[in-house]
């Protein structure tokens, strides 16, 4: 059998063990996803805005992920004005690629239940498809 | 503009509020998605094979979600052996889909940012889809 992302053994299988710490913490998963749709980089403000975040927690969720090296933050200036740019690097893509992977496994296990029921999926989730027989 | 779960205001895009911490934290979202998708319930047993947790996690994760009323905790006797058994509550499979939701939407925010470059989603993926323009 071949062993997928997210399930560690036959038994543990709602284990999930690739929802790793660094990404799954939700304002880091919303920095990240920011910053994959933004290939070119977000300044600090509009990571913030994007984010809904407070500068502290901008702050320290942006070291956490520049220390694991899945962003970089550079100083640059702009037109004199002091400016920060972060990106996410290619070894941040392609770690969120591996977490979508088994947050997608979540999903359609989580689809598959609720579609034995009235499913409150939007009508055109691409899940409900997943969720059918 | 209807409100999206999970979007709070047009400019924090990716904030994703819907994700609330009680059913985020990995422990726990392995426990929903496992009570989920066995609706006679689970012996305490099951669920720590289910989702490769140790005794002291499964008891502490599954208090926090007995005193926030989305599993019911039961003991009983089957045999005359002592059995606890866990099962979701209508509230929990409620905010678990409610969840589910928000979770679909960063699916697809971030799958159809790597659908601009190589995909590494599975090929069967029904996010594949939803990440084609």
Redo the contacts between chains.
Sequence with gaps: MKKRKGR??A???????G?E?LI?E?AR???L??L??H?KGLSFGELK????LTDGNLNRHLQVLEDAKLVTVAKKHDHNRPQTVCRITPLG??R???Y??V??Q?????????A?SD????AD???R??ASP
Excluded at 49 to 52: A, K, N
Excluded at 106 to 114: L, N, P, R
Excluded at 119 to 122: E, I, M, Q, V, W
């Design positions: 560690s053994v038994g543990s299988r709602f284990a999930y063990d929802l710490r799954h939700r998963l919303c920095l996803t920011s994959m749709t290939s805005e994007f984010c809904g893509r392609r969120y690629l591996d979508l992977e947050l997608e979540v999903i359609v296990d989580g689809s598959q239940a609720c034995e499913s409150p999926l939007r989730s691409p899940l498809k997943a």
